[in-house]
Protein backbone atom coordinates (compact mmCIF):
# COMPACT_ATOMS: atom_id res chain seq x y z
CA UNK A 1 0.00 0.00 0.00
CA UNK A 2 1.42 3.43 -0.93
CA UNK A 3 1.93 6.64 1.02
CA UNK A 4 -0.71 8.09 -1.19
CA UNK A 5 -3.47 6.14 -0.35
CA UNK A 6 -3.15 6.46 3.59
CA UNK A 7 -3.17 10.69 2.55
CA UNK A 8 -6.16 9.92 0.13
CA UNK A 9 -7.89 7.77 3.50
CA UNK A 10 -6.91 10.61 5.75
CA UNK A 11 -7.82 13.46 3.76
CA UNK A 12 -11.57 11.97 3.11
CA UNK A 13 -11.73 11.27 6.98
CA UNK A 14 -11.05 14.90 7.59
CA UNK A 15 -13.16 16.45 5.09
CA UNK A 16 -16.12 13.65 5.98
CA UNK A 17 -15.24 15.15 9.97
CA UNK A 18 -15.62 18.92 8.76
CA UNK A 19 -18.99 17.81 6.65
CA UNK A 20 -20.49 16.44 9.51
CA UNK A 21 -20.37 19.69 11.73
CA UNK A 22 -22.56 21.11 9.12
CA UNK A 23 -24.57 18.08 8.73
CA UNK A 24 -25.61 18.18 12.16
CA UNK A 25 -27.50 21.99 11.29
CA UNK A 26 -28.86 21.14 7.83
CA UNK A 27 -32.43 21.47 7.32
CA UNK A 28 -34.61 18.97 6.66
CA UNK A 29 -35.91 20.38 3.31
CA UNK A 30 -32.72 19.94 1.82
CA UNK A 31 -32.07 16.48 3.41
CA UNK A 32 -35.24 15.22 1.98
CA UNK A 33 -34.72 16.88 -1.58
CA UNK A 34 -31.06 14.78 -1.49
CA UNK A 35 -32.53 11.97 -0.43
CA UNK A 36 -35.29 12.33 -3.50
CA UNK A 37 -31.88 13.16 -6.45
CA UNK A 38 -30.97 9.88 -5.37
CA UNK A 39 -33.66 8.04 -5.87
CA UNK A 40 -34.44 9.30 -9.03
CA UNK A 41 -30.81 9.05 -10.18
CA UNK A 42 -30.67 5.46 -9.57
CA UNK A 43 -33.90 4.97 -12.04
CA UNK A 44 -32.30 7.38 -14.88
CA UNK A 45 -28.41 6.32 -14.62
CA UNK A 46 -29.90 2.23 -14.00
CA UNK A 47 -27.86 1.05 -17.15
CA UNK A 48 -24.75 2.66 -15.62
CA UNK A 49 -24.77 1.06 -12.27
CA UNK A 50 -26.24 -2.49 -14.01
CA UNK A 51 -23.18 -2.54 -16.58
CA UNK A 52 -20.99 -1.50 -13.60
CA UNK A 53 -22.68 -4.67 -11.24
CA UNK A 54 -22.43 -7.02 -14.09
CA UNK A 55 -18.43 -6.79 -14.88
CA UNK A 56 -18.36 -7.59 -10.31
CA UNK A 57 -20.96 -10.56 -11.21
CA UNK A 58 -18.38 -12.43 -13.98
CA UNK A 59 -15.46 -11.73 -11.86
CA UNK A 60 -16.77 -13.21 -8.93
CA UNK A 61 -18.60 -16.07 -10.74
CA UNK A 62 -15.35 -16.71 -12.62
CA UNK A 63 -13.35 -16.97 -9.23
CA UNK A 64 -16.18 -19.47 -7.84
CA UNK A 65 -17.79 -17.43 -5.34
CA UNK A 66 -20.36 -18.84 -3.55
CA UNK A 67 -24.21 -18.86 -4.69
CA UNK A 68 -25.36 -17.16 -1.43
CA UNK A 69 -22.65 -14.53 -1.96
CA UNK A 70 -23.78 -13.67 -6.25
CA UNK A 71 -27.29 -13.43 -4.82
CA UNK A 72 -26.19 -10.93 -2.51
CA UNK A 73 -23.94 -9.18 -5.09
CA UNK A 74 -26.14 -9.22 -7.80
CA UNK A 75 -28.17 -5.87 -9.27
CA UNK A 76 -31.01 -6.22 -10.77
CA UNK A 77 -33.78 -3.44 -12.13
CA UNK A 78 -35.92 -4.76 -10.29
CA UNK A 79 -33.48 -3.97 -6.92
CA UNK A 80 -33.31 -0.73 -7.89
CA UNK A 81 -36.28 -0.07 -8.17
CA UNK A 82 -36.29 -1.18 -4.53
CA UNK A 83 -33.18 0.78 -3.20
CA UNK A 84 -34.89 3.68 -5.37
CA UNK A 85 -38.16 2.38 -2.92
CA UNK A 86 -36.61 3.18 0.42
CA UNK A 87 -34.35 5.90 -0.45
CA UNK A 88 -38.17 7.47 -1.09
CA UNK A 89 -38.93 5.91 2.09
CA UNK A 90 -36.22 7.32 4.35
CA UNK A 91 -37.23 10.98 3.40
CA UNK A 92 -40.77 10.65 4.22
CA UNK A 93 -39.85 10.05 7.93
CA UNK A 94 -39.35 12.35 10.75
CA UNK A 95 -36.43 13.64 10.86
CA UNK A 96 -34.57 12.52 14.52
CA UNK A 97 -32.17 15.42 14.23
CA UNK A 98 -33.20 18.28 17.15
CA UNK A 99 -36.15 15.87 18.53
CA UNK A 100 -35.99 17.34 21.93
CA UNK A 101 -37.72 14.54 24.35
CA UNK A 102 -37.83 13.60 28.15
CA UNK A 103 -38.09 16.76 29.51
CA UNK A 104 -38.88 17.66 33.20
CA UNK A 105 -39.01 20.40 35.73
CA UNK A 106 -36.89 19.36 38.55
CA UNK A 107 -37.66 20.71 42.29
CA UNK A 108 -35.04 23.70 42.07
CA UNK A 109 -36.76 24.56 38.73
CA UNK A 110 -34.13 23.60 36.31
CA UNK A 111 -35.86 22.20 32.94
CA UNK A 112 -33.75 19.31 31.95
CA UNK A 113 -34.26 17.33 29.10
CA UNK A 114 -32.14 15.61 25.98
CA UNK A 115 -32.11 16.50 22.47
CA UNK A 116 -31.02 14.36 19.69
CA UNK A 117 -27.98 14.87 17.46
CA UNK A 118 -26.11 12.88 15.21
CA UNK A 119 -23.39 10.66 15.93
CA UNK A 120 -20.60 12.46 13.67
CA UNK A 121 -18.93 10.09 10.98
CA UNK A 122 -20.23 6.90 10.86
CA UNK A 123 -17.57 4.29 8.64
CA UNK A 124 -18.80 0.95 7.41
CA UNK A 125 -16.79 -1.62 6.02
CA UNK A 126 -18.63 -3.98 4.04
CA UNK A 127 -18.40 -7.01 1.92
CA UNK A 128 -20.76 -8.10 -1.49
CA UNK A 129 -23.76 -6.45 -0.44
CA UNK A 130 -23.56 -2.97 -3.17
CA UNK A 131 -27.14 -1.95 -2.12
CA UNK A 132 -25.18 -1.18 1.85
CA UNK A 133 -23.91 1.70 -0.03
CA UNK A 134 -27.36 3.33 -0.90
CA UNK A 135 -29.16 2.14 2.48
CA UNK A 136 -26.19 3.32 4.77
CA UNK A 137 -25.47 6.61 2.98
CA UNK A 138 -29.33 7.31 2.22
CA UNK A 139 -29.86 6.91 6.47
CA UNK A 140 -26.52 8.83 7.93
CA UNK A 141 -27.36 11.79 5.41
CA UNK A 142 -31.36 12.24 7.12
CA UNK A 143 -29.62 11.92 10.31
CA UNK A 144 -27.23 14.46 10.13
CA UNK A 145 -24.14 11.95 9.77
CA UNK A 146 -21.07 11.84 7.82
CA UNK A 147 -20.25 8.43 6.48
CA UNK A 148 -17.23 6.76 4.97
CA UNK A 149 -18.20 3.65 2.61
CA UNK A 150 -15.33 1.40 2.12
CA UNK A 151 -16.75 -1.72 0.14
CA UNK A 152 -14.81 -4.85 -1.09
CA UNK A 153 -13.44 -5.78 -4.31
CA UNK A 154 -16.11 -8.07 -5.27
CA UNK A 155 -18.05 -5.34 -5.59
CA UNK A 156 -16.16 -2.49 -6.51
CA UNK A 157 -17.00 -1.33 -10.16
CA UNK A 158 -20.72 -1.24 -8.71
CA UNK A 159 -20.03 0.44 -5.46
CA UNK A 160 -18.01 2.78 -7.19
CA UNK A 161 -20.90 4.02 -9.76
CA UNK A 162 -23.30 3.37 -6.61
CA UNK A 163 -21.31 6.11 -4.20
CA UNK A 164 -20.77 8.62 -7.64
CA UNK A 165 -24.50 8.78 -7.82
CA UNK A 166 -25.03 9.33 -4.42
CA UNK A 167 -22.17 12.05 -4.41
CA UNK A 168 -23.53 13.87 -7.39
CA UNK A 169 -27.16 13.90 -6.49
CA UNK A 170 -26.26 15.04 -3.04
CA UNK A 171 -24.53 17.66 -4.77
CA UNK A 172 -27.15 19.04 -6.56
CA UNK A 173 -29.27 19.35 -3.47
CA UNK A 174 -26.63 21.47 -1.62
CA UNK A 175 -25.28 18.67 1.14
CA UNK A 176 -21.77 20.08 2.38
CA UNK A 177 -18.99 18.71 0.01
CA UNK A 178 -17.68 15.66 2.10
CA UNK A 179 -21.33 14.25 3.60
CA UNK A 180 -20.46 11.28 1.74
CA UNK A 181 -16.94 9.87 1.45
CA UNK A 182 -15.98 6.88 -0.92
CA UNK A 183 -12.68 4.52 -0.26
CA UNK A 184 -11.72 2.90 -3.16
CA UNK A 185 -8.70 0.93 -2.35
CA UNK A 186 -9.42 -2.37 -1.40
CA UNK A 187 -6.29 -3.29 0.61
CA UNK A 188 -7.06 -4.70 3.93
CA UNK A 189 -3.63 -2.98 5.57
CA UNK A 190 -6.23 0.32 4.78
CA UNK A 191 -8.85 -1.19 6.95
CA UNK A 192 -6.52 -1.25 9.43
CA UNK A 193 -5.36 2.23 9.50
CA UNK A 194 -9.07 3.03 9.09
CA UNK A 195 -10.25 1.45 12.38
CA UNK A 196 -7.01 3.23 14.36
CA UNK A 197 -8.79 6.82 12.97
CA UNK A 198 -10.99 7.34 16.55
CA UNK A 199 -10.54 10.67 16.35
CA UNK A 200 -12.08 11.28 13.36
CA UNK A 201 -14.74 8.01 13.11
CA UNK A 202 -17.17 8.16 15.78
CA UNK A 203 -18.75 4.43 14.82
CA UNK A 204 -17.44 1.57 12.90
CA UNK A 205 -20.85 -0.71 11.45
CA UNK A 206 -19.12 -4.04 9.61
CA UNK A 207 -21.38 -5.72 7.43
CA UNK A 208 -20.00 -9.18 6.15
CA UNK A 209 -19.30 -12.83 6.63
CA UNK A 210 -18.29 -13.52 10.96
CA UNK A 211 -14.58 -13.34 9.64
CA UNK A 212 -14.83 -9.54 8.58
CA UNK A 213 -17.26 -8.81 12.16
CA UNK A 214 -14.62 -10.22 14.42
CA UNK A 215 -11.62 -8.84 12.46
CA UNK A 216 -13.07 -5.17 12.93
CA UNK A 217 -14.40 -5.86 16.44
CA UNK A 218 -10.98 -6.98 17.26
CA UNK A 219 -9.15 -4.27 15.43
CA UNK A 220 -11.52 -0.84 16.19
CA UNK A 221 -10.23 1.68 18.64
CA UNK A 222 -13.76 3.47 18.05
CA UNK A 223 -17.07 1.74 19.01
CA UNK A 224 -18.50 -1.14 16.95
CA UNK A 225 -22.13 -2.05 16.04
CA UNK A 226 -22.27 -4.95 14.61
CA UNK A 227 -24.67 -8.53 13.85
CA UNK A 228 -23.26 -12.01 13.83
CA UNK A 229 -24.04 -14.62 11.82
CA UNK A 230 -27.67 -14.97 11.71
CA UNK A 231 -28.48 -18.47 12.95
CA UNK A 232 -32.57 -18.18 12.96
CA UNK A 233 -35.04 -20.96 14.19
CA UNK A 234 -38.51 -21.25 13.76
CA UNK A 235 -40.61 -23.50 16.31
CA UNK A 236 -44.11 -25.19 15.47
CA UNK A 237 -45.55 -25.54 18.85
CA UNK A 238 -48.00 -28.37 19.72
CA UNK A 239 -50.72 -25.56 19.63
CA UNK A 240 -49.47 -24.57 16.29
CA UNK A 241 -52.23 -23.78 13.44
CA UNK A 242 -51.05 -26.15 10.77
CA UNK A 243 -52.00 -23.64 7.81
CA UNK A 244 -50.10 -20.61 9.05
CA UNK A 245 -46.65 -23.15 10.54
CA UNK A 246 -47.15 -24.06 6.49
CA UNK A 247 -47.42 -20.66 5.11
CA UNK A 248 -44.94 -19.59 8.13
CA UNK A 249 -41.91 -21.73 7.72
CA UNK A 250 -42.11 -21.86 3.66
CA UNK A 251 -42.04 -18.17 3.38
CA UNK A 252 -39.26 -18.00 5.96
CA UNK A 253 -37.26 -20.74 4.31
CA UNK A 254 -37.22 -20.37 0.56
CA UNK A 255 -38.87 -16.57 -0.36
CA UNK A 256 -34.81 -15.76 0.02
CA UNK A 257 -32.71 -18.10 1.54
CA UNK A 258 -28.99 -16.20 1.12
CA UNK A 259 -29.89 -13.80 3.52
CA UNK A 260 -29.07 -13.31 7.79
CA UNK A 261 -32.84 -13.64 8.39
CA UNK A 262 -33.86 -16.72 6.33
CA UNK A 263 -34.71 -20.01 8.34
CA UNK A 264 -32.19 -22.33 9.37
CA UNK A 265 -33.87 -24.75 11.78
CA UNK A 266 -36.89 -26.18 12.51
CA UNK A 267 -38.01 -27.37 15.50
CA UNK A 268 -41.56 -29.13 15.95
CA UNK A 269 -43.60 -30.10 18.88
CA UNK A 270 -44.04 -33.96 19.09
CA UNK A 271 -47.26 -33.49 19.55
CA UNK A 272 -48.19 -32.27 16.26
CA UNK A 273 -44.68 -33.86 14.23
CA UNK A 274 -46.46 -36.50 12.53
CA UNK A 275 -49.75 -34.62 11.09
CA UNK A 276 -47.35 -31.39 10.17
CA UNK A 277 -43.95 -32.39 9.42
CA UNK A 278 -44.94 -34.37 6.13
CA UNK A 279 -46.91 -31.42 4.45
CA UNK A 280 -44.17 -28.69 5.24
CA UNK A 281 -41.57 -31.38 3.70
CA UNK A 282 -44.14 -31.57 0.87
CA UNK A 283 -43.95 -27.92 0.39
CA UNK A 284 -40.09 -27.34 0.33
CA UNK A 285 -39.52 -30.33 -1.60
CA UNK A 286 -40.69 -28.27 -4.60
CA UNK A 287 -38.34 -26.16 -4.21
CA UNK A 288 -35.55 -27.87 -3.92
CA UNK A 289 -35.16 -27.71 -0.17
CA UNK A 290 -32.30 -30.31 1.22
CA UNK A 291 -33.63 -31.37 5.23
CA UNK A 292 -31.42 -32.32 7.56
CA UNK A 293 -33.24 -34.57 10.29
CA UNK A 294 -33.10 -35.79 13.50
CA UNK A 295 -33.98 -39.28 14.34
CA UNK A 296 -37.26 -38.48 15.20
CA UNK A 297 -38.05 -36.44 11.97
CA UNK A 298 -36.30 -38.67 9.75
CA UNK A 299 -38.59 -41.57 11.19
CA UNK A 300 -41.72 -39.86 9.82
CA UNK A 301 -40.77 -38.56 6.64
CA UNK A 302 -38.00 -41.21 5.50
CA UNK A 303 -40.49 -43.54 3.77
CA UNK A 304 -41.08 -40.11 1.16
CA UNK A 305 -39.09 -41.20 -1.60
CA UNK A 306 -39.85 -38.03 -2.95
CA UNK A 307 -37.65 -35.71 -0.53
CA UNK A 308 -34.16 -34.47 -0.24
CA UNK A 309 -32.94 -35.77 3.03
CA UNK A 310 -29.88 -35.92 5.34
CA UNK A 311 -29.40 -37.18 8.74
CA UNK A 312 -28.87 -34.13 10.65
CA UNK A 313 -25.17 -34.07 12.56
CA UNK A 314 -23.88 -31.86 15.27
CA UNK A 315 -22.52 -28.90 12.39
CA UNK A 316 -26.38 -28.86 11.60
CA UNK A 317 -27.31 -26.97 14.39
CA UNK A 318 -26.33 -23.14 15.00
CA UNK A 319 -25.34 -23.65 11.38
CA UNK A 320 -26.48 -20.25 9.36
CA UNK A 321 -27.06 -22.45 5.95
CA UNK A 322 -27.36 -19.58 3.14
CA UNK A 323 -28.86 -22.14 1.08
CA UNK A 324 -31.73 -24.10 0.37
CA UNK A 325 -31.42 -26.02 3.61
CA UNK A 326 -32.61 -26.85 6.54
CA UNK A 327 -32.16 -28.76 9.88
CA UNK A 328 -35.31 -30.73 11.18
CA UNK A 329 -35.81 -31.66 14.82
CA UNK A 330 -38.63 -32.83 17.04
CA UNK A 331 -38.85 -31.63 20.62
CA UNK A 332 -40.71 -32.74 23.42
CA UNK A 333 -41.57 -29.46 24.79
CA UNK A 334 -41.59 -25.88 24.61
CA UNK A 335 -38.72 -25.80 27.09
CA UNK A 336 -36.72 -28.18 24.78
CA UNK A 337 -37.31 -25.96 22.41
CA UNK A 338 -36.10 -22.81 24.48
CA UNK A 339 -33.08 -24.87 25.29
CA UNK A 340 -32.33 -25.52 21.99
CA UNK A 341 -32.45 -22.02 20.84
CA UNK A 342 -30.80 -20.87 23.95
CA UNK A 343 -27.54 -23.01 22.98
CA UNK A 344 -27.75 -22.43 19.31
CA UNK A 345 -29.30 -19.16 18.35
CA UNK A 346 -27.24 -16.57 17.18
CA UNK A 347 -29.16 -13.79 18.79
CA UNK A 348 -30.62 -12.79 15.64
CA UNK A 349 -34.46 -13.54 15.09
CA UNK A 350 -36.64 -16.66 16.80
CA UNK A 351 -40.00 -17.40 15.58
CA UNK A 352 -42.66 -19.44 17.23
CA UNK A 353 -46.05 -20.41 15.78
CA UNK A 354 -48.69 -21.55 18.01
CA UNK A 355 -52.36 -20.42 18.65
CA UNK A 356 -51.74 -20.68 22.62
CA UNK A 357 -51.25 -17.23 23.94
CA UNK A 358 -49.65 -18.08 27.14
CA UNK A 359 -46.76 -19.86 25.15
CA UNK A 360 -46.59 -17.33 22.83
CA UNK A 361 -45.54 -14.72 25.37
CA UNK A 362 -43.62 -16.98 27.67
CA UNK A 363 -41.46 -17.56 24.30
CA UNK A 364 -41.25 -14.09 23.64
CA UNK A 365 -40.46 -13.46 26.97
CA UNK A 366 -37.43 -15.84 27.52
CA UNK A 367 -35.67 -15.77 24.26
CA UNK A 368 -32.57 -13.67 24.10
CA UNK A 369 -32.52 -12.39 20.31
CA UNK A 370 -32.90 -8.97 18.68
CA UNK A 371 -36.19 -9.68 16.90
CA UNK A 372 -38.71 -12.52 18.45
CA UNK A 373 -42.28 -13.51 16.51
CA UNK A 374 -45.23 -15.08 17.58
CA UNK A 375 -46.94 -16.58 14.13
CA UNK A 376 -45.14 -14.32 11.74
CA UNK A 377 -41.72 -15.28 9.02
CA UNK A 378 -38.38 -14.28 10.57
CA UNK A 379 -38.27 -12.39 6.87
CA UNK A 380 -39.50 -9.66 8.15
CA UNK A 381 -36.52 -8.81 10.31
CA UNK A 382 -35.50 -5.65 7.94
CA UNK A 383 -35.50 -1.63 8.41
CA UNK A 384 -37.95 -1.46 5.70
CA UNK A 385 -40.37 -4.21 6.26
CA UNK A 386 -39.97 -2.64 10.69
CA UNK A 387 -40.95 0.86 8.55
CA UNK A 388 -37.71 2.64 9.33
CA UNK A 389 -37.29 2.84 5.56
CA UNK A 390 -34.00 0.96 5.04
CA UNK A 391 -31.53 -0.40 7.69
CA UNK A 392 -27.52 0.50 8.80
CA UNK A 393 -27.38 -3.37 9.59
CA UNK A 394 -28.72 -5.46 11.59
CA UNK A 395 -27.39 -6.10 15.61
CA UNK A 396 -27.23 -8.90 17.21
CA UNK A 397 -25.37 -6.49 20.12
CA UNK A 398 -27.36 -5.16 23.45
CA UNK A 399 -25.92 -1.94 23.51
CA UNK A 400 -26.44 0.40 22.18
CA UNK A 401 -29.06 -0.38 19.56
CA UNK A 402 -30.25 -3.77 18.45
CA UNK A 403 -32.02 -5.64 15.92
CA UNK A 404 -32.28 -3.12 12.20
CA UNK A 405 -30.89 -0.14 13.23
CA UNK A 406 -32.98 3.11 11.61
CA UNK A 407 -32.52 6.88 11.60
CA UNK A 408 -32.63 7.18 15.36
CA UNK A 409 -30.43 4.15 16.00
CA UNK A 410 -27.91 6.41 14.73
CA UNK A 411 -27.83 9.42 16.44
CA UNK A 412 -26.52 10.54 20.10
CA UNK A 413 -28.29 12.66 22.44
CA UNK A 414 -27.45 15.31 25.07
CA UNK A 415 -28.81 16.70 28.05
CA UNK A 416 -30.10 20.43 27.62
CA UNK A 417 -31.03 22.68 30.57
CA UNK A 418 -32.61 25.93 31.06
CA UNK A 419 -32.72 27.67 34.01
CA UNK A 420 -33.75 30.99 35.61
CA UNK A 421 -30.64 32.11 37.39
CA UNK A 422 -29.65 29.01 39.72
CA UNK A 423 -26.44 27.85 41.36
CA UNK A 424 -25.49 25.28 42.97
CA UNK A 425 -25.63 25.03 46.81
Known amino acids: MMKSDILELETKAKEAKAASRRLADLATGVKNKALSNIADDLLSRKDEILAANEADYKQAETSGMSAAMLDRLQLTESRLESMASDVRAVATLPDPVGEIFDMRTL ?16 GTIYESRPNVTIDISSLCLKSGNAIILRGGKEAIHS ?44 LIVPRGGAGLIEFVRENAAMPVVAGGIGVCHTYVDRAADIAKAIAIAFNAKVQRPTVCNALDSLLVHKDIARKYL ?88 SVDAACVYANASTRFTDG ?24 KEITSYKWIIFGTGQVRP
Open 107 to 122: PNGLIVGKKRVPLGVI
Open 159 to 202: NTALAGVAQQAIARAGVPDGAIQFIGNTSRELVSRMLRMNEVID
Open 278 to 365: PQIAGEWAREGVEMHCDPASLDILGQEKSLKLAPATDDDWGKEFLSLVAAIKVVNSLDEALEHIERYGSGHSEAIITEDYGAAMRFLN
Open 384 to 407: GQFGLGAEVGISTQKMHARGPLGL
